[in-house]
């Protein structure tokens, strides 16, 4: 009876509709969490869309084709046979503003009035004197000759060339006058004007002119940061955690340290940057702005992770591995570090390796040790002034110029191929050598 009464109850209609808003409720979460996730993809495609489509032009370079006169005189005379020393000399005290004014004039030979030719000069960057230094300086023989040499345009000229900004509205709302824009589309129409891939982006450093600014400086920067990091709280990191899970007693004290741990993988970043400010910059004086003070700065935030991915990794090698050793005679030093640690060594390379990738990605606490600095020349070590590249990407976001944008998109793909890179790293190491218990 019992039995009969419990099918009816199922066969019910109350129940047939308890069980279809069952059914309906599932399918609402499902479609929930579909939602969840396309709506995260969508919000991911328009933040890389809009970076990419920015950043875009930021990789190139506009450059305007003149035929430049190198006047001996400019020089005191011939560079051949000169030492190195001379030539410096010389380059310095040549006018390489004039042969550039000289050259677009050739072009316009109607513009003769002083704001005219101002106003002409300005669509080349300033920084196209160093490229005609780095000429000279490279064949002093070209000193006496007139050659044919493509020069980085101005920021303006670069945005109104890229399509960034519009040359059609009104003079009021753009940067050129009209008299610049008809130069401009005079260059353009005879080829003059070219677009090309900016080799100044990869191999410079940062610049006041927007065209004329690179990432290479600041990607020297983070490498060594990164190194003193890596240094620092890698072999620290894997012996703190190889201490307290294989060799520390279990008791109030060694409980402490593991709370503290965990407290301290969730501290501000920032408190991190006024810690290394206090200790390394006014107890130990150590050089403002150099990779070595960041590397330590950065070691301290990232020890933290290394010791949480570390004991994670040991704990998940089998007691047995332990026994086995131990059966046969090893000590307990033996049995872990010629046992147990090389078993955990994949986790705990991954886990070192999304810690440096964090890292890598920091900016807060380098503020704080003063790596915010204009960093033009290119470090050589760890103790040479330099910034690192999310503190670059704040510079130049905080740049008032327009062609900064782009620079500042065109930096930021550059950190997330190197983020993508170092998790692809650690995501290959992980599925390389893990091991299924």
Do not use: C
Request: negative net charge; proline residues 5%; charged residues 20%.
């Amino acid at each position: 009876m019992t039995d009969t009464g419990q099918r009816n109850d199922w066969a019910s209609d109350e129940m047939q509709r308890r069980i279809a808003r069952r059914y309906a409720a599932d399918s609402r979460f499902k479609w929930y969490g579909i939602g969840a996730i396309l709506l995260a993809m969508g919000v991911l495609v328009l933040l890389l869309g809009s970076i990419i489509v920015t950043g875009i032009p930021g990789f190139t370079q506009t450059q305007v084709r003149l035929q430049v006169s190198f006047d001996p005189e400019q020089f005191g005379g011939s560079l051949k046979g000169k030492t190195p020393e001379e030539v410096d000399a010389a380059i310095a005290a040549a006018d390489f503003s004039g042969m550039i004014r000289t050259g677009l004039q050739s072009i316009f030979p109607d513009v003769t009035q002083r704001r005219d030719v101002r106003d002409l000069t300005d669509l080349v960057s300033s920084g196209a004197r160093q490229k005609l230094a780095q000429i000279v300086r490279e064949d002093p023989g070209i000193v006496g000759s007139t050659v044919e040499v493509w020069l980085p345009t101005s920021d303006d000229v670069h945005t109104i060339v890229n399509g960034s900004m519009e040359r059609d509205v009104a003079e009021s709302d753009r940067r050129l006058n009209d008299k610049q824009i008809a130069w401009l589309e005079t260059l353009e129409k005879t080829d003059s004007i070219r677009g090309t891939l900016s080799s100044d982006f990869f191999t410079g450093g940062d610049s006041r002119e927007p065209e004329m600014a690179g990432v290479w400086g600041s990607v020297v920067g983070s490498f060594w940061t990164l190194l003193v990091t890596l240094a620092v709280a890698f072999p620290l990191g894997v012996l703190a955690a190889v201490y307290l899970e294989e060799f520390a007693p279990k008791n109030r004290w060694s409980d402490l340290i593991e709370v503290n741990i965990n407290n301290l993988a969730a501290v501000p970043s920032i408190v991190f940057g006024l810690l290394g400010l206090a200790v390394y910059l006014n107890v130990m004086h150590l050089p403002r702005s150099a990779p070595i003070v960041g590397g330590l700065t950065l070691a301290l935030m990232t020890m933290p992770v290394i010791i949480i991915a570390a004991r994670a990794a040991l704990k998940a090698v089998p007691p047995s591995i332990r026994a086995g050793a131990m059966g046969l005679g090893a000590s307990k030093v033996q049995v872990t570090f010629h046992h147990v640690l090389p078993l955990a060594m994949p986790g705990i390379l991954t886990g070192v390796i999304i810690g440096m990738a964090h890292a890598l990605g920091e900016t807060a606490p380098l503020l704080m040790i003063g790596m915010v600095a204009f960093i033009v020349d290119i470090p050589g070590g760890i103790s040479d002034a330099a910034t690192v590249l999310p503190v670059q990407i704040y510079l130049w976001a905080d740049s008032p110029e327009r062609a900064f944008v782009e620079k500042t998109s065109a930096a930021i793909m550059v950190l997330l191929t190197f983020l993508i890179l170092m998790n692809a790293v650690a995501v290959l190491l992980r599925k390389r050598f893990e091991r299924k218990w």
